[in-house]
């Protein structure tokens, strides 16, 4: 959040005072990322592009990776899907091909949340499948993770409801047997209460939420905040 902005902005102000290097086009780059965190996304556009022709004139491939993936998400989500998804599908290969793997989970990421919001969930599907592939693959544990839960919530939301129950099982297992970021338990515990609801089973949709609530203090995320007190209003209405 703040403190984070704070820390590029410091590392921009110092960097800014020397000859155009690596490092600055990094810490450009993560300021764009921090605005499309933020879902600020017409200055996570204005970063990302300047990130991308600093990456340009000093051939830093990875930077043009991370800002590709930042511009071309907030692109998406702000509405310019094909041209979002041109950049994050390109951001995707360039980071496959240079075994960059926080950066290739993280585009798989973006490209799955992406698809989903346009409705696209075969294609969602397909990518969350290749993340979780991948991701087990390199012993990205927190990406495998993520990508079940993503398996389970576009089951659910594309009508294959009994696939997305026996999903449950799995993604509860590696949430507890893998180191798992606050985040993604979040994400799951939402989930969840959200298909109890959707079955009217109200009370344990409450349960789920309310054991969920030391979570949902600390996160950082408004997002979150609000699903999660959407969902516990459900379960009370439904309750009365």
Same mark, same amino acid.
Request: avoid cysteine; charge should be negative.
């Given at each position: 959040g703040t403190t984070a902005f704070r820390h590029f902005e410091l590392a921009l102000a110092i960097l800014e005072e020397r000859p155009e290097s690596v490092e600055l086009a990094h810490t450009i780059s993560g300021i764009s990322r921090l605005y499309m965190l933020a879902c600020e996304y017409t200055q996570a556009i204005h970063w990302g592009e300047r990130a991308l022709a $600093? %990456?340009? &004139? +000093?051939?830093?491939?990875? @930077?043009? @990776?991370?800002a590709l993936n930042n511009v071309g998400a907030s692109l998406g989500l702000s509405g310019q899907w094909d041209r =979002? +998804?041109?950049?994050?599908?390109?951001? $995707?290969? &360039?980071? +496959? *091909? $240079?075994?960059? !793997?926080?950066?290739? *989970?993280?585009?798989y990421y973006n490209l799955i949340e992406l698809l989903q919001m346009m409705g696209n969930y075969a294609q969602a599907r397909a990518t969350a499948e290749e993340l979780f592939a991948y991701a087990t693959r390199v012993h990205a544990s927190h990406y495998s993770?993520? %990508? +079940? @839960? &993503?398996?389970?919530? !576009?089951?659910?939301?594309? =009508?294959r409801w009994a696939d997305a129950l026996q999903r449950r099982p799995e993604v509860i297992d590696w949430l507890t047997s893998h180191k798992s970021m606050m985040h993604l338990k979040l994400n799951a515990t939402i989930l969840f209460s959200q298909i109890h609801n959707d079955l009217g089973q109200a009370q344990m949709?409450?349960?789920? $939420?309310?054991d969920g609530l030391p979570l949902i203090r600390s996160a950082p995320e408004q997002h979150a905040l609000i699903l999660h007190l959407g969902e516990l209003l459900r379960a009370y209405d439904l309750l009365v």
């Open positions: $600093l %990456a340009d &004139r +000093l051939d830093a491939e990875a @930077v043009s @990776v991370h =979002g +998804l041109a950049m994050m599908r390109d951001s $995707l290969n &360039r980071a +496959l *091909s $240079l075994t960059l !793997i926080y950066d290739a *989970s993280r585009a993770s993520s %990508a +079940l @839960v &993503r398996l389970m919530e !576009i089951d659910w939301l594309s =009508g949709a409450r349960q789920e $939420l309310e």
